[in-house]
């Protein structure tokens, strides 16, 4: 049984550039949450994903953005990077958006220069 | 504004001994509370939860206390192994049962000596 997947595991953009990272949830899972984890720092809720729509978002610009999938796995987009977007961006799935604990992939680590 | 804090950044305990770390908390609409451990190039694994209505919950090893005058939870291991060594977070949620909007603390690094 597969976990979180996601990919790339590592990337290294300049500033301006834009970022996809991708994101497969936990097979029998439908609810997709994104975070970012800046270093020394506890994960900061970025957007939640359910039946392909956003429906909760954390305090994060509008460069950030996201997509879900028919089936369920996302995207998150980050455009117009700056060098504070440097993080380790991770990825976490539910069984559904009312129940259960979170499931988390290793994260992608975003370096922006 | 931090709505939920660890303030111990790091905790060294020795095998066998019991092992406190403390979360606290300022937002009184969370209602359900979790911990994850995390090991390095690893995403966070679940550990346990408790419900606002309850005080005390227990899985094996770990049991997490909550008090909510004092807006404070405490996860307890004991006995502590080796192998319990990671970053632990605290996180907290306000909307029931819909844990994907998690608030979580900075993290405590727990070390456990042999």
């Known amino acids: 049984d597969a976990g979180v997947t996601q990919s790339p595991t590592h990337l290294i953009k300049t500033r301006g550039q834009q970022v996809t990272l991708r994101c497969s949830p936990k097979?029998?899972?439908?609810?997709v949450s994104w975070y970012q984890q800046a270093l020394g720092q506890g994960p900061q809720f970025i957007f939640q994903?359910?039946?392909?729509?956003?429906?909760q978002r954390g305090n994060f610009p509008d460069r950030f953005s996201g997509h879900q999938f028919p089936n369920y796995s996302s995207e998150l987009n980050v455009n117009a990077l700056l060098l504070g977007d440097s993080a380790l961006y991770l990825c976490?799935?539910?069984?559904?958006?009312?129940?259960?604990?979170?499931?988390f992939g290793e994260g992608s680590r975003l370096t922006v220069l | 504004d931090q709505q939920v804090k660890q303030n111990s950044p790091s905790l060294s305990v020795q095998e066998g001994r019991i092992s406190i770390l403390n979360c606290d908390y300022t937002?009184?609409?969370?209602?359900?509370f979790l911990w994850y451990k995390k090991y390095p190039a690893e995403g966070p694994t679940f550990l346990i939860s408790?419900?606002?209505?309850?005080d005390k919950n227990e899985d094996g090893r770990f049991t997490v206390f909550l008090n909510k005058s004092a807006k404070h939870l405490s996860l307890h291991i004991v006995p502590s192994q080796p192998g319990d060594s990671a970053v632990y977070f605290c996180?907290?949620?306000?909307?029931?049962?819909?844990?994907?909007?998690?608030?979580f603390g900075q993290g405590t690094t727990l070390q456990v000596k042999p």
């Open positions: 937002n009184s609409m969370f209602d359900y």
């Open positions: 097979s029998g899972h439908d609810t």
């Open positions: 994903y359910y039946e392909e729509e956003e429906r």
């Open positions: 976490a799935s539910s069984p559904s958006i009312n129940t259960g604990e979170l499931f």
């Open positions: 408790i419900s606002s209505i309850k």
């Open positions: 996180a907290a949620s306000s909307s029931s049962g819909n844990t994907g909007k998690l608030i």
